[in-house]
């Protein structure tokens, strides 16, 4: 048996629970940094900088605490922070044709679960969310547009709904 | 009106309900039905609060595709990670073979003394040994943490300033002499990493850990009770 590095440390000190967790993780938590530092660069900095953070910390986790997701999140959410001072010193450095968000750190990340949620679910459910709720458009011409009877669109918000809450839940929502 | 009598045709309505959508007598009548039905209740107290996050998403954001990483980025960070564990372990060799940097004679019968060390820290209460192999040419050192497991011991090899692609086989030596492989590795220049490995021999019961590094085998003595001096043997021809 031959390998490289310390095996005696605990969950995500080692290199390779660090890749898998990347492999799991980066595309949102990378979503979440575009997100609310606006700016691709500052994103990848603040991924990076989460995971070698991450790896330091990593004997400190504990996944009867929470999971790994979760406790990835947090980390990011103190980079962003970090990061947000850090240009608040720095003005200008923005770039890259994203919006930077300008909410609070907290709106900023539930607006960013819904949104990724809302990816997530079926593009039937999520088309009539749209076009019923967001473009407001009256059922009926809804229905008419997708030729399906009216009651096929009330039931595919319901369902629409149902699903998006299972995936919030999945991405570590509760009541 | 249409009339509906089944629960799940109500249930269905509940999703334009919880939007606040739902107009005129359809509104009347699940409402009627929901005073009436625990489940449908229930299930409106589901769909309430995911009806009400709506409003903090923009379709705009979520209709686009989402953003990815860059392709490089987790090799980036691998190497980061790599780079900083590498300089952990150099500042760790540091402070624990430190004491074995001194000079001239004092060096050589400081290392006699000193060439077995016990640390703590070790699992299951037993102490994790760290070994430097001082009976070796100048310019290289061999450095071995032995760690006891309940399958045996965990060697950590670390060798530097051999010729690169040197392979190293390592071996621990029990009592009377006996060798215990522990595996091989070869030690590639620059590389300041450490190799991992593993041997059936009990720490306890370990007198000597040998490394023979090309044609040359080096000898550490493991261990409080084997006080011994490193050797250098010449490989046998």
Same mark, same amino acid.
């Given at each position: 048996?031959?390998?490289?590095?310390?095996?005696?440390?605990?969950?995500?000190?080692?290199?390779?629970?660090?890749? %898998?967790?990347?492999?799991?993780?980066?595309?949102?938590?990378?979503?979440?940094?575009?997100?609310?530092?606006?700016?691709?660069?500052?994103?990848? %900095?603040?991924?990076?900088?989460?995971?070698?953070?991450?790896?330091?910390?990593?004997? $400190?986790?504990?996944?009867?605490?929470?999971?790994?997701?979760?406790?990835?999140?947090?980390?990011? $959410?103190?980079?962003?922070?970090?990061?947000?001072?850090?240009?608040?010193?720095?003005?200008?450095?923005?770039?890259?044709?994203?919006?930077?968000?300008?909410?609070?750190?907290?709106?900023?990340?539930?607006?960013?679960?819904?949104?990724?949620?809302?990816?997530?679910?079926?593009?039937?459910?999520?088309?009539?969310?749209?076009?019923?709720?967001?473009?407001?458009?009256?059922?009926?011409?809804?229905?008419?547009?997708?030729?399906?009877? %009216?009651?096929?669109?009330?039931?595919?918000?319901?369902?629409?709904?149902?699903?998006?809450?299972?995936?919030?839940?999945?991405?570590?929502?509760?009541? | 009106?249409?009339?509906?009598?089944?629960?799940?045709?109500?249930?269905?309505?509940?999703?334009?309900?919880?939007?606040?959508?739902?107009?005129?007598?359809?509104?009347?009548?699940?409402?009627?039905?929901?005073? &009436?039905?625990?489940?449908?209740?229930?299930?409106?107290?589901?769909?309430? /609060? !995911?009806?009400?996050?709506?409003?903090?998403?923009? /379709?705009?954001?979520?209709?686009?595709?989402?953003?990815?990483?860059?392709?490089?980025? +987790?090799?980036?960070?691998?190497?980061?990670?790599?780079?900083?564990?590498?300089?952990?372990?150099?500042? =760790?060799? #540091?402070?624990?073979?430190?004491?074995?940097?001194?000079?001239?004679?004092?060096?050589?019968? *400081?290392?006699?003394?000193?060439?077995?060390?016990?640390?703590?820290? +070790?699992?299951?209460?037993?102490?994790?040994? =760290? !070994?430097?192999?001082?009976?070796? /040419?100048?310019?290289?050192?061999?450095? *071995?943490?032995?760690? /006891?497991?309940?399958?045996?011991?965990?060697?950590?090899?670390?060798?530097?300033?051999?010729?690169?692609?040197?392979?190293?086989?390592?071996?621990?030596?029990?009592? =009377?002499?006996? @060798?215990?492989?522990?595996?091989?590795?070869?030690?590639?220049? &620059?590389?300041?990493?450490?190799?991992?490995?593993?041997?059936?021999?009990?720490? @306890?019961?370990?007198?000597?850990?040998?490394? #023979?590094? +090309?044609?040359?085998?080096?000898?550490?003595?493991?261990?409080?009770?084997?006080?011994?001096?490193?050797?250098?043997?010449?490989?046998?021809?």
């Amino acid at each position: 048996m031959i390998q490289l590095g310390n095996s005696t440390r605990g969950a995500l000190s080692r290199e390779r629970d660090v890749r %898998e967790a990347y492999a799991a993780h980066s595309g949102e938590l990378y979503g979440f940094a575009v997100r609310s530092l606006g700016d691709a660069g500052l994103a990848e %900095e603040a991924v990076q900088e989460t995971f070698v953070r991450a790896w330091r910390a990593g004997d $400190r986790f504990d996944p009867k605490i929470g999971s790994l997701r979760t406790w990835l999140f947090a980390i990011l $959410r103190n980079v962003v922070i970090d990061l947000g001072r850090a240009r608040a010193v720095r003005p200008g450095v923005a770039e890259g044709g994203i919006e930077p968000s300008v909410e609070p750190l907290e709106e900023a990340l539930l607006s960013w679960q819904v949104e990724e949620a809302m990816r997530r679910i079926g593009e039937d459910h999520r088309r009539v969310i749209v076009e019923t709720y967001y473009r407001g458009r009256p059922y009926a011409e809804v229905a008419e547009e997708l030729g399906v009877p %009216e009651g096929t669109i009330k039931s595919r918000v319901y369902y629409g709904l149902r699903a998006l809450r299972v995936v919030l839940e999945e991405m570590g929502y509760e009541d | 009106m249409k009339i509906r009598n089944d629960c799940r045709e109500w249930r269905e309505l509940l999703g334009v309900y919880a939007l606040g959508q739902l107009k005129g007598d359809e509104r009347t009548g699940l409402e009627a039905h929901l005073e &009436g039905c625990a489940q449908c209740r229930a299930e409106l107290a589901l769909l309430a /609060p !995911v009806a009400q996050m709506l409003p903090h998403a923009d /379709p705009e954001r979520f209709e686009a595709a989402a953003p990815q990483p860059p392709p490089e980025l +987790g090799a980036r960070i691998a190497a980061t990670i790599a780079g900083e564990r590498q300089k952990v372990e150099r500042q =760790h060799r #540091r402070r624990v073979f430190g004491g074995f940097a001194l000079g001239g004679a004092t060096a050589a019968l *400081a290392a006699a003394v000193l060439a077995i060390f016990v640390l703590g820290g +070790g699992g299951g209460g037993q102490p994790e040994q =760290h !070994v430097k192999f001082t009976a070796v /040419p100048k310019g290289v050192n061999i450095y *071995a943490t032995l760690e /006891p497991h309940a399958y045996g011991t965990e060697i950590r090899m670390y060798v530097h300033g051999v010729a690169s692609g040197t392979l190293c086989t390592v071996s621990l030596r029990g009592p =009377h002499g006996v @060798s215990y492989p522990a595996g091989t590795f070869r030690y590639r220049w &620059g590389d300041d990493s450490e190799a991992v490995l593993s041997s059936a021999l009990d720490l @306890s019961r370990t007198r000597a850990i040998s490394v #023979r590094a +090309g044609n040359r085998t080096f000898v550490a003595p493991v261990g409080r009770a084997s006080i011994a001096a490193n050797t250098n043997e010449e490989e046998p021809t």
